[in-house]
């Protein structure tokens, strides 16, 4: 398999499904690995949002007090 074909597969969820069984086995392991977050870490995560002072913030504030969100 080229090389290009490799990378695509990696960055390509369709391209990846296109491949045969027997193509994706040929495939080496992605080289930023797989990544397993438990439940408890993923039930923390608020896309951009943070708490800052128990509040729900922008995320790009200030140390608190005083809070200064921007």
Not at 32 to 44: Q, R, T, W, Y
Not at 55 to 60: A, D, F, K, L
């Amino acid at each position: 398999m080229k090389k290009e074909d490799i990378i695509k597969a990696w960055r390509n969820r369709e391209f990846y499904e296109s491949l045969s069984e027997s193509e994706r086995a040929l495939l080496p392991a992605h080289p930023a690995g797989v990544l397993d977050l438990e439940d408890e870490i993923l039930n923390e995560v608020a896309g951009g949002v943070t708490a800052f002072c128990g509040e729900p913030t922008s995320g790009y504030c200030t140390p608190c007090p005083p809070r200064h969100c921007f």
